[in-house]
């Protein structure tokens, strides 16, 4: 499963479907816009749809998930998307397809219609195998298993690299000096593109008024032009921002270059550079390099996993690589990047490839590896021995001073001690608020603060005026004063409903005597 819980987007998909995504794209000029994969290969969007972007054959908004039928088992190997916008993927087989916005032909198909459904790019495309993809504003490159590049599109700026600054309506593949040379990464800026080679040389073309190309001046280039400044340096990646550039070289250090108003080529100071300019990380070897041309936001990834961000970070200016607590690239882009879009598309890292939090929720109640179960109403649990001594105090001290394969259980239910023995693989609880109630006993009796807090926040998020009175009478029982001056204050609000429910007529005379007088404490009996 692919963790998207940080992008907003995806905020109303239910649990079963948010499993069920493997690969994802957010886009749009506010993030109000998504594309994603599931484990079978559907392809489905949502959100504001702008210019017929979600390829959907209309331009209609949607706060509902619509399959994409026509990309449905095409397996994306690479997705990129413009301001416009507009899309384009390659696929496993080496089609392109693109749709969305065309005012200027970035979707070449020769036309500046816009794309309302995903089309076949095939002029001069055919027999080639496309790898890669990448969009700036309103124009589109896309690299070949040859190591070849064509660009189609907006081309105010030389951004195509035809030589001419006239718009190219269908693919043409950019030679100049890259004739008879393999390239191996591709990337896009705002108006510029950048190429690196398999023998590390880099090259530039497009706009280049804020020194994007790393020539060490400000002119724009119609043709691809090698950076001389990393002479004898080899890059093996680049990534552009709105209008800077940053390379990865093979030793793990990082250049940068271009515009730097937020302080997004990480040099301490907001001075543009015409030329790469080395980061001095002080930090370990860096594996990756993150940037979208749609932000001033700067990103990497150190060898042991670390990563760090620079430039524009929610409205901030941050000079210097600042070292975060996020363990990917794509979460500092969710939480902090303007607008908060994706930089490239969110994949599973390989197919068969869990986090040690996935792995541990896998194996709950799986008898496979299990060395313990517990018998609950005649049920069975199967745990292992060593998690629920790491996890639990209780489970520490009792599993010390025993050896048996299996232990009983009599004064809970089955229901919520799965749900205990669950949150302790999952740090999470998924009970309505009436059998969390029992929980809230449980993690009394084992003394677990944690599960007891969430407990709380289950039957808050779960209060009405039915069962109002039984969440009161349990928050007192177990002495939850947080939960019961909340449960309370509900009660008081919905007097008159709470007072006729079948719960109320219920209520044990002590409690009763006791709420009544609070309540009136409270002027809930005022005229």
Known sequence: MLDVGKWPVFALL???????????????????????????????????????????GDTQSTIEPRRIDILCGKKIVSLSYGTGPHVVIATADGEVYSWGHNGYSQLGNGTTNHGLTPALVSTNLIGKRVTEVACGSHHTIALTTEGEVYAWGYNN?????????????????VSSCLQNKVVVNIACGQLCSMAVLDNGETYGWGYNCNGQL?????????TPCRIAALQGINIVQVACGYAHTLALTDEGFIYSWGANSYGQLGTGNKSNQAVPTLINMEKERMVEVAACHTSHTSVAK???GQVLMWGQCRGQAVAYPHLTHFTSTDDV???????????????????????VAQSLKREFDSPEISDLKFLVDGKCIHVHKALLKIRCEHFRALLNETDEETIEIHQFSYLVYRAFLEYLYTDTINLPPEDAIGLLDLSTYYRESRLKRLCQETIKRGITE?????????????????????????????????????????MD?????NFISKASRYGAFKN
């Open 14 to 56: 239910p649990p079963e479907e948010l499993r069920l995504i493997r690969q994802a794209c957010v886009f749009g000029s506010a993030a109000n816009e998504a594309i994603y994969v599931t484990v079978s290969d559907e392809v489905f969007a949502l959100g504001t749809n702008c210019s017929g972007c979600l390829g959907l």
């Open 157 to 173: 700026s030389g951004q195509v690299g035809s030589g001419s600054t006239a718009n190219q309506p269908s693919p043409r593949r």
């Open 214 to 222: 790393g020539l060490g001046n400000n002119g724009n280039q119609q």
């Open 302 to 304: 150190t060898q042991s």
């Open 333 to 355: 882009f969710a939480c902090f990047a303007t607008p908060a879009v994706t930089w490239h598309l969110l994949s599973v890292d390989g197919d068969d490839y869990l986090t």
């Open 466 to 506: 039915e069962n109002a009175i039984t969440l009161f009478s349990a928050a007192v029982k177990y002495e939850a004063r947080d939960l019961e001056e909340f449960c309370f204050k509900f009660c008081v609000n919905h007097l008159t409903a709470v007072t006729q429910t079948q719960a109320f007529a219920d």
């Open 509 to 513: 005379h002590d409690l009763l005597k």
